[in-house]
T-cell receptor, first 115, second 110 residues
Framework: SAVISQKPSRDICQRGTSLTIQCQVD?????MFWYRQQPGQSLTLIAT?????????ESGFVIDKFPISRPNLTFSTLTVSNMSPEDSSIYLC????????????FGEGSRLTVL | QKEVEQNSGPLSVPEGAIASLNCTYS??????FFWYRQYSGKSPELIMS????GDQEDGRFTAQLNKASQYVSLLIRDSQPSDSATYLC??????????FGQGTTLQVKP
């Protein structure tokens, strides 16, 4: 399994500001994904972070609000822009394991609270 | 219809009993199925994977898959209080993306 490190682990942010979450994987992975988990809810896929090209966003998520970078095969960032209290959530970075079995491994998550 | 459906629970079982968690999915082309355990305040942890019809066993955990019925289940034998968590069913369809159910909260009472 891949070991995934995220930072910050938590933060309290002011309305209107932006925050960048970093995700580091201990091995090269082809596909990385960003999920959001709102309080009491399940995981919702925000986007697939593609190395060398723009991220692929799911319905309801746009690049202006959630810009993503993927400069190499072990690192990605997610920025939550112009935050509002509705963005208070846990943001999870994930990567596929080795092989083609489809399983995902997750970082510890970044818990954001927007005041 | 949600793509992956689970009963949110809570499901309460006494210690030592068998806990049975169920999941249905809508995409008939789905190929890979996973169960994740999530403790409160923690990230999801993969506990079982299953890819073909039948049972897949790992210790006290058994995953069951029935593609004809589009149904996946997780059995936890000899349930322990430490098994108390939310269990997420996840399905990997033809798009390659993992879609999660809303999760079932399991409470194992001593």
């Amino acid at each position: 399994s891949a070991v995934i490190s995220q930072k910050p682990s938590r933060d309290i942010c002011q309305r209107g500001t932006s925050l960048t979450i970093q995700c580091q994987v201990d091995s090269q992975v082809t596909m990385m994904f960003w999920y959001r988990q709102q309080p009491g809810q399940s995981l919702t896929l925000i986007a697939t972070a593609n190395q060398g090209s723009e991220a692929t966003y799911e319905s309801g998520f746009v690049i202006d609000k959630f810009p993503i970078s993927r400069p190499n095969l072990t690192f990605s960032t997610l920025t939550v822009s112009n935050m509002s209290p509705e963005d208070s959530s846990i943001y999870l970075c994930s990567a596929k394991g080795q092989g083609n079995t489809g399983e995902l491994f997750f970082g510890e998550g970044s818990r954001l609270t927007v005041l | 219809q949600k793509e992956v459906e689970q009963n949110s629970g809570p499901l309460s079982v006494p210690e030592g009993a068998i806990a049975s968690l169920n999941c249905t999915y809508s995409d008939r082309g789905s190929q890979s199925f996973f169960w994740y355990r999530q403790y409160s305040g923690k990230s999801p942890e993969l506990i079982m994977s299953i890819y073909s019809n039948g049972d897949q066993e790992d210790g006290r955990f058994t995953a069951q898959l029935n593609k004809a019925s589009q149904y996946v289940s997780l059995l936890i034998r000899d349930s322990q209080p430490s098994d108390s968590a939310t269990y997420l069913c996840a399905v990997n369809g033809n798009t390659g993306k993992l879609i999660f159910g809303q999760g079932t909260t399991l409470q194992v009472k001593p």
